[in-house]
């Protein structure tokens, strides 16, 4: 078994797990899919609720015991951003959600400061016409 190492996985929030990396992707193991994804191994493929998404073994999603992250999160229809160098995985929306979002043009909740430093809530203004505008230096 390759050396186990520590893997920073950004979702809604920074969670860090022991995996190991192979060719530039992030192994672990099956109850981490679980608790990352929601997601669970099973025989039938992964699983969640009353869904199965069958794998076959051409995928090759598991390696020694553990399974490749970004694989499985593909596989589930999330985006994935890795950095070996970092030892860093993200993991978007799933595709799903962001369609939806998309389709019906409903933004997700969510706070920021205004120009005075008070948090405003995006559903603050329900109802109204919005304009957000954003700015970044870099």
């Known amino acids: 078994m390759k050396d186990d190492s520590e893997i920073t996985i950004l979702t809604n929030s920074v969670t860090s797990i ?6 530039g992707d992030p ?3 099956p ?9 669970e191994i ?3 493929g992964l699983c969640k609720d009353d869904i199965c998404i069958p794998v076959n073994h051409e995928q090759s999603i598991n390696h020694q015991e553990r399974y490749n992250l970004r694989t499985v999160a593909h596989l589930t229809g999330h985006p994935t951003l890795i950095s070996q160098e970092l030892k860093t995985i993200t993991i978007g ?3 799903s959600l962001r369609s939806s979002a998309l389709r019906d043009k409903r ?5 920021l ?10 559903s603050d203004w ?3 016409k919005r304009l957000l505008v954003a700015f970044s230096s870099w």
Do not use: C, M, T
């Open 18 to 23: 022991a995996g190991h990396w192979d060719e």
């Open 27 to 29: 192994f672990v193991d």
């Open 31 to 39: 109850a981490e899919i679980k608790a990352v994804l929601g997601w």
């Open 42 to 44: 099973k025989p039938e």
């Open 93 to 95: 929306q799933p595709a």
């Open 107 to 111: 933004a997700p909740d969510f706070i």
């Open 113 to 122: 400061p205004d120009i005075e430093g008070v948090d405003r809530a995006f």
């Open 126 to 128: 329900a109802g109204k």
